[in-house]
C-alpha cells in the first residue's frame, strides 16, 4: 500500500496485489488525474468501482462517503 497526500490535505491511496491496482480517493478528478498518467506508460483497463478485492466485498455508502469491507 502506498499513499499520497494531495494538496487539499486529503489522500489517495493505491493498493497493487499482482496485477492489480486499487485506487481510492475522495477526489475523483484526482483519480482520473492519475489514471490517465498511468494509462501513459502501461497497458491499463479500468474496471470501473471495485465491488471485491482479496476475497473480501467492498460495499461504498456515498450518502455519509464511507467505505465498508467485509
Request: charged share 40%; glycine share 6%; aromatic share 6%.
Given at each position: 500500500m502506498h499513499f499520497i497526500k494531495l494538496l487539499n490535505g486529503s489522500f489517495m491511496y493505491l493498493l497493487l496485489y499482482v496485477?492489480?491496482?486499487?485506487?481510492?480517493?475522495?477526489?475523483m478528478s484526482e483519480i482520473n488525474s492519475l489514471k490517465d498518467?498511468?494509462?501513459?506508460?502501461?497497458?491499463?483497463?479500468?474496471?470501473?468501482a471495485?465491488?471485491?478485492?482479496?476475497?473480501?466485498?467492498?460495499?461504498?455508502?456515498?450518502s455519509v462517503e464511507k467505505l465498508y469491507i467485509s
Open positions: 496485477y492489480d491496482l486499487l485506487i481510492v480517493s475522495k477526489n498518467q498511468l494509462s501513459g506508460e502501461f497497458e491499463m483497463k479500468d474496471l470501473d471495485a465491488k471485491k478485492i482479496l476475497g473480501m466485498e467492498i460495499r461504498r455508502d456515498l
